[in-house]
């Protein structure tokens, strides 16, 4: 997925300047970046329009300012992908609160959305965490549609602990035509109504919850999407919006492998941002959507994923999570290092792995490892001590531990001084991807 905004990168490093040439092929490299993550095309086409004409904007500010005689600080590369990532959030980003309270009695929050798109776990999920912000919701139970619908609602209400309305036999426009009375009996100020879906929009479904809507006028209606689908979610939240109005949007099954681009066509699409996202089943796993952590994970970092499901092949999940979090996070130390490439030898191809790991395929070749080499590299960790291994830069301090450690492994100092300022380079780098707004925190479920 990222693979095209590294390429545009790549294609501008090196430059000082962005020019229209340049721009061109890097928009190029990025057109392909968006389509992979599941971005819809018209959506992507608006897009590149948009950074295109910033691009170029800055083109004629930096020439302005040339002649002047200044000079530039950030180089081509970086200034693109500022504009690229900035602009993502701009197009995921809703004004306003995500939601709407009325002013003074009961606020309805109306759910809408395709059948199995997590209407019913979202409903809950809401309840849940408005309950913790000190409302008192009360979950209506609409669905009529499948008989097990308002038994799941049931369920999911009584695991937090909220009450959950329905009448059984009665029409869904019934059902919540009455719950503000309950509502109100109950001491309720908030009401979920967790509505029937379909598997596509259709003419009954969109009657009966614009029925629903003319009855309860609810301030709020949020359209459940689940990230998967990917391109269509234009086609769905285009169909709900014209009928309904909506007024925004919960993402769900984010922690599976969805790209995240439907968080960027449906703001365009219907003018509703994304305000949720749902990162599991549980109904906690919930949270107010961050378009900058999804800014991230558009522009991608790399295969963060493909590279865990290899170690947990050689080492259960949990370590693997814990050592790549280290990795990104930049504190990790010759001995996590030294236990990687034991287990990098267990695993196989190290360019693969390599080449999954953030930024790795940017390496300037001298730093590029190769298998045989990781046996010198072991040989000559082991003869770190273990002050040496937490703090490698002692090396570079004293050079006369290089020289012990080269004659202690039966390698060349230069090669000890290379691993060193290998290892600092890539602590470094990690480090760096860690502090860009935290690279772990952007993928939900991983922290
Ligand atoms: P509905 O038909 O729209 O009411 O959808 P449900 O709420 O019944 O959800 C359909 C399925 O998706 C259920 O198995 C849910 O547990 C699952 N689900 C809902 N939200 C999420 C999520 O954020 N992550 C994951 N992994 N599963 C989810
Ligand atoms: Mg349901």
């Given amino acids: 997925i990222a693979k095209g905004f590294r390429q545009a990168k790549n294609r501008l490093a090196g430059l000082t300047e962005l020019t229209e040439q340049n721009i061109e092929t890097a928009l190029r490299e990025v057109r392909l970046s968006l389509l992979e993550a599941d971005v819809e ?3 992507v086409k608006v897009f590149l329009a948009r950074v295109k004409e910033k691009a170029l904007g800055e083109v004629v500010r930096v020439r302005a300012k040339g ?10 590369a970086d200034q693109f992908v500022k504009i690229c990532h900035d602009e993502i959030i701009e197009f995921m980003t809703g004004e306003g609160p995500a939601l709407t309270f009325a002013e003074k009695g009961i606020t309805g929050i109306m759910m809408v959305g395709l059948q ?10 809401l309840a849940r965490y408005l309950q913790k912000d000190g409302k008192k919701p009360l979950l209506v139970a609409a669905d009529m549609q499948r008989p097990a619908a308002v038994e799941q609602l049931q369920v999911l209400g009584k695991s937090v602990d ?18 503000e009375a309950e509502a109100k009996r109950l001491g309720r100020d908030v009401i979920i109504y967790d509505t029937a879906g379909r598997l596509a929009i259709d003419e009954a479904l969109m009657q009966e919850l614009a029925d629903i809507k003319t009855k309860v006028e609810p301030e709020n209606i949020l359209l459940v999407v689940d990230a998967m689908i990917g391109q269509d979610a234009v086609k769905v939240s285009k169909g709900f919006h014209d009928r309904l109005s909506l007024t925004g949007v919960v993402l769900t099954k984010l922690d599976g492998d969805a790209r995240g681009g439907a968080a960027m066509s ?12 749902g990162i599991g089943e549980g109904t906690d796993k919930f949270e107010e959507f961050r378009p900058e952590g999804m800014a991230s994970r558009v522009l991608g970092m790399g295969d963060v994923v ?7 092949d050689v080492v259960d999940q949990e370590k693997a999570a814990a050592d790549a979090m280290k990795m990104l996070q930049g504190d990790f130390t010759l001995d996590d290092f030294l236990a990687q490439i034991r287990m990098i ?26 298998d045989r080499e ?24 004293e050079p006369s531990r290089v020289a012990r450690i080269a004659r202690g492994s039966g390698t060349p100092e230069q090669a000890v001084s290379e691993l060193v300022q290998r290892f600092l380079f890539m602590k470094q780098m990690m480090g760096n991807m860690g502090g860009m707004g935290g690279l772990l925190g952007n993928i939900p479920g991983m922290r």
Wanted: aromatic content about 6%; charged content about 25%.
């Fill in 41 to 43: 095309l018209g959506v």
């Fill in 67 to 76: 002649q002047g005689g200044e000079t530039m600080k950030v180089s081509a």
């Fill in 116 to 125: 199995g798109s997590g209407k019913t776990t979202s409903s809950a999920k």
């Fill in 162 to 179: 909220i009450p959950v309305f329905n009448i059984p036999g009665e029409s869904p426009v019934a059902i919540c035509e009455k719950a």
């Fill in 266 to 277: 449906v703001k365009e699409v219907t003018g509703a941002a994304v305000r949720f996202a």
């Fill in 306 to 312: 493909g590279l865990m499901k290899d170690f947990e």
């Fill in 345 to 370: 030898q267990k695993m196989g191809s190290l360019k693969d792995i390599m080449g999954k790991l953030p930024g790795m395929d940017q390496l300037p070749a001298d730093v590029n490892l190769d």
């Fill in 374 to 397: 990781l046996v010198k590299i072991e040989a000559m960790i082991s003869s770190f001590t273990s002050f040496e291994r937490r703090d490698p830069y002692a090396l570079i301090r």
